[in-house]
């Protein structure tokens, strides 16, 4: 086949995956998965592991039981909105790597506010709701604030956002756990705890009875999905904010301020990994510990946005992918005595393989294939 041939082919190809549909990307994203675990399971089975017990389990671990589910619902909820985080950020063109900083400074930041206004509010229904009201403001707040220093940084002192978002995380989880074990840790505490939230400072439990998870926080992750998406495609914030993502210079003609957005941008996604903080503190902990035991939400974030394409609304099917992936492979390492890393390896299979056809158009797109070149 001569080059030009080639050429054709691939261009034929890479049309079809630039230009595909929500139906066909999510056709491919099913396909994508079966295979990985096809494939999974064949180097379970050359492991000399049961490869049909394996797959299973992991299915089941997801959404084979009510407490399955609402497990697995519990961490994507926690992915989704931590996800939209990260999604802001690489939208714009900003790499904010310390949503899992911005996301411990959040919840740090309810746990005080609720602890701190617990005596001076009326206890019951009205009083709760007053607190995580409260305590979620501030969640938001301290996030945006947090994320706003990287993005002071780099926009006036042109400081790598990468660098400083990556070290911030480590300042966010020290500072943190000695704030929680020298002031906030209850005289006579085995490990570094604050005290429990009142007993009336709760996401109400429904349709599943769990103690870690609520469909209204599930709710709150939509929404802020909705929010979000809604501010990106239909403000002139977030025209500019996507603007100076994908076209700088054009951005910056259009008399956009390149430095201001910077800031705003780390300081919007900032907000949302604060609200993340928030619905781990309220609905999953009930109070605030060492960050270090804490699950690296910030971080598989940012593998659930590159899933998504930093599509907020893409967000939601990623997170719901992670948390499924994350309950399955906790079960299989309750319930089989199969090594934690090859339960990742055969995870890290079904991620490669969802992600490659959106790395797939997103390399298509930046090199002309697919009739997108001048």
């Known amino acids: 086949m001569s080059g030009n041939g080639a050429r054709a082919v691939l261009d034929r190809t890479a049309d079809r995956m630039v230009h595909a549909t929500a139906v066909e990307r999510l056709a491919i994203a099913v ?5 990985a675990l096809a494939l999974g399971a064949v180097v379970v089975a050359a492991s000399g592991y049961d490869a049909v017990e394996f797959v299973s389990s992991l299915a089941y671990g997801a959404f084979g039981s009510k407490s399955n589910v609402a497990f697995t619902l519990r961490q994507s909820t926690m992915l989704i909105i931590a996800g939209v985080a990260v999604a802001v950020a690489f939208r714009a063109g900003v790499f904010n790597i310390g949503v899992q900083g911005q996301f ?6 309810t746990s005080v506010t609720i602890l701190f206004l617990a005596p001076y509010l009326p206890t019951g229904t009205v ?3 007053l607190l995580i009201v409260f ?14 220093l990287p993005g002071l940084m780099k926009a006036y002192a042109d400081a790598n ?3 400083t978002t990556i070290m911030l995380n480590f300042i966010a989880s020290g500072v943190v756990f000695y704030l929680v074990d020298s002031q906030l840790r209850p005289s006579g505490a085995a490990a570094p705890n604050t005290e429990q939230f009142p007993d009336y400072v709760e996401l109400p439990s429904l349709v599943f009875d769990s103690s870690s998870f609520s469909v209204v926080g599930l709710g709150v992750a939509l929404a802020t999905v909705i929010v ?7 403000t002139r914030f977030g025209y500019d904010l ?8 054009a951005a910056a003609y259009s008399g956009v301020d390149p430095k201001r957005t910077v800031v705003t941008t780390m300081t919007f996604s900032g907000m949302v990994a604060g609200l993340t903080g928030a619905m781990f503190a309220i609905m999953i902990l009930g109070y605030y510990s060492d960050p270090a035991t804490f699950p690296r939400f910030g971080f598989d974030a940012i593998a659930v946005s590159l899933l998504a394409a930093n599509n907020p609304l893409g967000v939601v099917p990623a997170g719901i992918l992670f948390g499924g992936l994350d309950a399955g492979g906790q079960y299989i390492g309750f319930t089989l005595d199969v090594p934690s890393e090859l339960v990742d390896g055969v995870v890290g299979l079904v991620v490669l393989f969802v992600a490659t056809p959106e790395l797939f158009r997103m390399a298509g797109r930046r090199t002309g294939l697919g009739g997108d070149r001048k």
């Open 135 to 148: 305590g979620t403001i501030a969640a938001i707040l301290a996030g945006g604030a947090y994320a706003a």
């Open 228 to 234: 979000v998406a809604v501010v990106m495609s239909r």
């Open 127 to 129: 009083g709760g709701v």
């Open 31 to 35: 396909a994508s998965t079966l295979l």
């Open 242 to 249: 996507v603007t100076s993502g994908y076209q700088e210079s």
């Open 104 to 109: 411990v400074v959040g919840g740090f930041a």
């Open 161 to 163: 956002e990468v660098i």
